[in-house]
């Protein structure tokens, strides 16, 4: 049986071509395209700022793209003439005849199957004399059918076919339909058909794919020029150690500014006359820097601006417009070049490079971030980040009864006293300030220190991967709101620093203790024998805790007080049991271990499940870490800013006494409710005790940065062991030894340390 491909002579096939193509297409262009208005949320509403700086900020993004309209209009015209070409192919389709699909002579004469000759030929007499194209009521199509069927059944092979086969050609060749019209393979268009092909996947489609390369490769993933990146290495990889304006004048260079290499920039004939009179206003601008391209007109326009707007300084219409436009893009610059500097100290730690950035670096770096968004000086007082709050307003807080100077204590402050600081605003007014205190953040930051998939996770030995879990719960500010007896919460948290003491009871009281679920608990035996505790120190992991804002210093101190008389009788019980023993000490000491003794049994069993349950969670954080960054938290309050900014942070450890960074700093994007951060890096391979730094830093807000100190006793590795299991590979010889004199100078032990630093 042969095989035949044949065009589409009727337009059936490929009208269903068409019909199946357009509805793949505007099924998901019509879900994801059709214009929304938004819905309003009068309850969002309420929570919103009505200061003059933000009502102006709204204004202008609802304004911002005037095109909005019309382009909402041409998706609406384009979805809608989408539809009905749709409906239009699908009626054509429904209107196709498929009579050679469905072909049956028999029925068309309208006789019975095995009819005579003479019965067919009656029949189609009768039929062709009202079906007759000459006649009145004559139908060309219907006649063609007619004698089509006549001739299948007069001829006695058609007759034979059609009985055995169902086709009155006989057992034809299996057809394969093309669902192309046949006008596109006739001689005559091959021309047409030709030029269009080459116009499109020989000129267009190179061209597009082209254009969109050339433009990418520009750019790194976070949509910064590559060029502007290479500049960030050169300046932070020539001055190591660079101070925060010099931070700004980078930041101003970058070629996201430059009309060269960024056509949305708009240079025009009025900067010539307003730069340079806007740069007189503005002092220790360093405008005659000789740098290249510090001293371009580009970066001095954009240097200039930002000053201006740290200052809060107003400006004219169009350096306004070149305003939100610059400062709309520092947030990613910066970021970018936190990620430089990082890259850079790696490098320098794999010795290919000689200068190391310091740790003020990369700390100013990030210090610049919320500076920008809130449009302030780092010297200046937080409070100025509330809406109506000015200089005049801050003598309020300082006084000789209190020394307001963070948020934090503002809002722990009563309702009557935080009313009565603001005495001079309306209101309306103070709701405001109370609406954008009460949404600030307010991050319970908690640190957890252990050597992960070792024998011992609680012994750090040299050489070991430490892994630093960064707990973070996310409140709003409002729940300092009157508390007045959380003083040791707004300590914490205006200070940003904890510092851990190691040995005594009072690190097992401060040590974090993780909760077991329910169906882990198991009862606890009373008034039998127990183990007598061992004076032997026990090891665990460095836990530093944050106190709750519902507890207050008195409520702790009296939990900890009835905690510690809670294990005095016991241990005296069990003194008492001991002394009264009239047995040898290596009876006690045979009876202490026993398995037979209930006690110690039960004693053993939550321990076995503490450490299953923490196995279990651990394992849970891991697979969550996987997941994709959410790039969703908070909205900030920030009516300098020109656009709209989420909640982000920073985390990393970093060494304090040798100013150098441990890890990479981590990108908190998504702390809505909670965040668990796993940051490691390798201890020091000679045995001592070192203090090391838990950073969190916040890229929105000022004053709200925190630090917590931990040291790390590092023990000697034991001479048998080779490798830590938790490494994989196999053992290979040091390429590059690294020498005792280079380890601690990038490490300082306390011992290492002046007396008066300790």
């Not at 949320?41 to 700022?49: H, V």
């Not at 998706?75 to 054509?92: D, E, M, N, P, Q």
């Not at 007082?381 to 200089?391: A, F, T």
């Amino acid at each position: 049986m042969g095989q035949k491909f044949q065009y589409d002579e009727s337009g059936g096939t490929f009208f269903y071509f068409l019909l199946s193509f357009l509805a793949l297409i505007l099924i998901p262009v019509t879900i994801f395209y059709w214009p929304r208005k938004q819905k309003r949320d009068p309850e969002a509403e309420k929570k919103l700022c009505h200061c003059t700086p933000c009502t102006i900020k709204r204004e202008h993004l609802k304004n911002a793209e005037p095109w909005r309209g019309a382009r909402n209009f041409l998706t609406i015209l384009v979805i809608i003439c989408g539809w009905l070409i749709l409906i239009f192919l699908a009626y054509k389709v429904s209107q196709f005849d498929y009579e050679l699909a469905n072909f049956d002579p028999y029925e068309i004469l309208g006789i019975s199957p095995g009819s005579s000759q003479a019965e067919v030929k009656k029949a189609y007499r009768k039929l062709s004399l009202i079906l007759h194209p000459d006649k009145d009521t004559g139908n060309e199509k219907e006649f063609m059918k007619l004698s089509k069927a006549y001739q299948a059944l007069t001829d006695e092979e058609s007759r034979r076919n059609w009985e055995k086969y169902g086709n009155p050609d006989g057992p034809g060749a299996m057809s394969f339909g093309i669902a192309l019209p046949s006008w596109i393979v006739e001689k005559e268009n091959s021309v047409w058909v030709l030029g269009l092909y080459a116009l499109v996947f020989m000129v267009a489609l190179p061209i597009v794919v082209g254009t969109w390369w050339y433009r990418s490769i520009k750019f790194t993933g976070d949509q910064v020029l590559l060029d502007t990146t290479q500049m960030y290495y050169y300046f932070f990889h020539k001055t190591p150690h660079m101070a925060l304006k010099r931070v700004i004048m980078i930041l101003a260079a970058s070629l996201e500014f430059d009309r060269k290499h960024n056509s949305e920039i708009e240079e025009r004939q009025s900067d010539n006359d307003e730069v340079p009179h806007l740069v007189k206003k503005l002092p220790n601008l360093s405008e005659k820097n000789k740098e290249r391209p510090l001293c371009y007109p580009y970066s001095i326009k954009a240097r200039a601006i930002l000053h201006a707007h740290l200052s809060r300084i107003p400006l004219c219409l169009n350096l306004e417009k070149d305003r939100r436009y610059i400062i709309g893009k520092c947030p990613y610059l910066i970021q970018e070049q936190v990620s430089c500097v990082n890259q850079l100290i790696l490098l320098a730690y794999a010795r290919r490079i000689k200068n190391l950035p310091t740790l003020e670096t990369i700390e100013n770096c990030m210090k610049l971030c919320p500076m920008v968004v809130q449009a302030l000086w780092e010297f200046k007082s937080p409070l100025l980040q509330l809406p109506y709050i000015n200089d005049d307003n801050l003598k309020y807080f300082i006084s000789k009864k209190r020394q307001i100077k963070s948020l934090q204590q503002y809002a722990q402050l009563k309702g009557e006293d935080r009313r009565a600081l603001l005495r001079n605003l309306s209101d309306e007014e103070y709701e405001n300030v109370t609406k954008v205190l009460g949404r600030m953040p307010y991050v319970d930051f908690q640190i957890t220190v252990e050597v992960m998939d070792d024998e011992n996770p609680t012994e750090v030995t040299a050489g070991a991967i430490v892994t630093v879990t960064v707990s973070l719960v996310r409140k709003d500010m409002a729940s300092l709101f009157g508390d007045e007896t959380a003083q040791e919460v707004a300590e914490i948290v205006e200070n940003g620093v904890t510092e851990h003491k190691e040995g005594g009871e009072g690190d097992n009281e401060a040590s974090a203790i993780v909760k077991r679920p329910a169906w882990l608990k198991q009862k606890r035996g009373g008034g039998r024998k127990t183990k007598k505790p061992s004076n032997k120190p026990v090891t665990k992991p460095v836990a530093i805790t944050k106190t709750k804002v519902e507890d207050s210093p008195s409520v702790s101190t009296e939990r900890k007080t009835k905690s510690k008389e809670e294990r005095k009788p016991r241990v005296a019980d069990e003194d008492s049991e001991d002394s009264g023993d009239e047995s040898d000490a290596d009876t006690n000491e045979n009876n202490d271990k026993s398995s037979g003794d209930e006690s110690t049994t039960q004693k053993s069993n939550p321990e076995d499940d503490d450490q299953e349950w923490e196995k279990f969670r651990k394992i849970h954080e891991r697979e969550k870490s996987l997941e994709g960054k959410s790039k969703s938290s908070h909205p900030v309050h920030c009516p300098y800013f020109p656009h709209d900014k989420q909640e982000y942070w920073w985390t990393y450890i970093c060494d304090r006494k040798s100013r150098t960074l441990l890890t990479a700093p981590y990108h908190v994007t998504g702390l809505v409710q909670n965040e668990t951060v796993h940051l490691k890096f390798t201890a020091p391979i000679w045995p001592g005790v070192y203090s090391f730094t838990v950073c969190l830093r916040s890229d929105s807000y000022i004053g709200f940065d925190q630090q917590k100190d931990f040291k790390l006793d590092v023990k000697e590795a034991p001479a048998e062991i080779t490798k830590h299991p938790q490494w994989e590979f196999e053992d290979s010889e040091e390429e590059n030894p690294v020498d005792k004199a280079d380890q601690e100078s990038e490490y300082t032990t306390d011992e290492d340390l002046p007396d008066d630093e300790e």
